[in-house]
């Protein structure tokens, strides 16, 4: 971006944005070619300092890998943020080679849609779920998407009732996941853990029955730290 696109976005005046564009580029966390300034790789350690003082980071690498290595299919830890869930951790299936990797995704998903949003969703006060639904756009993204509102609710309360949620075809098509809570000491939901599998490989019933109970031993270790 030009620093007056800076400013625009941030809503800051030039004067201010070019002050903080000058201490980022002394810091190294932004580079100036003529007129634009990007970002450089060193932005990537702010997001590791924040997973590498979270005691779940740590603890949830080791079985998830086991997770992963027991099914053959990518296991993933996201946390709740506003409208969106949020890629903390992601071990991929394994690879030609045998030997699955941890990758640090970053990536954000609408949560209304996803596996481990419902069930992030279904642990908030009821008050609290109904504004993060009101603020989220609840498009359709396959045929199968939940998008009407009473009902989408209800499928919400319902994975808080049972535990866990089941996503098939609806945020992708040809895509399915199982999710379960992670609590902490206090009895707080603070991420979820899932299983993504292809629709074509894993059948609904194969994931209640086979991948939903190994799930649940994943993260019960994880529970209360």
């Not at 030009?2 to 201010?16: D, I, K, M, P, Y």
């Not at 450089?40 to 086991?66: C, F, H, I, K």
């Not at 049972?162 to 999710?179: C, F, H, K, P, R």
Request: aromatic share 4%; with cysteine; net charge positive.
């Amino acid at each position: 971006m030009t620093l007056s696109e800076v400013a625009a976005h941030s809503g800051r005046t030039r004067a201010a944005a070019r002050r903080s564009l000058l201490t980022l580029l002394e810091l190294g966390y932004v580079a100036q070619q003529g007129r634009d300034f990007t970002l450089t790789p060193r932005v990537l350690d702010l997001g590791y300092s924040y997973l590498s003082s979270m005691p779940l980071a740590n603890l949830a690498q080791p079985v998830m890998v086991e997770l992963g290595n027991r099914f053959n299919h990518s296991v993933s830890v996201a946390a709740l943020d506003g409208t969106e869930v949020v890629y903390l951790l992601r071990v991929p299936k394994r690879n030609l080679l045998n030997t699955p990797g941890i990758s640090l995704a970053g990536m954000r998903l609408p949560a209304y849609v996803s596996s481990m949003g419902r069930v992030l969703l279904a642990a908030l006060h009821e008050d609290e779920m109904k504004r993060v639904l009101d603020a989220s756009d609840l498009r359709a993204l396959t045929p199968k998407t939940i998008r009407q509102r009473e009902a989408l609710e209800e499928e919400i309360r319902k994975c808080g009732r049972q535990g866990y949620s089941l996503i098939v075809d609806e945020m992708e098509e040809g895509l399915s996941a199982v999710a379960a809570p992670i609590i902490d000491a206090g009895g707080r939901t603070i991420a979820a853990m899932n299983i993504a599998v292809y629709t074509v490989a894993v059948k609904r019933q194969e994931l209640i029955i086979t991948f939903l109970p190994g799930l649940r031993q994943a993260v019960a270790r994880l529970n209360g730290i």
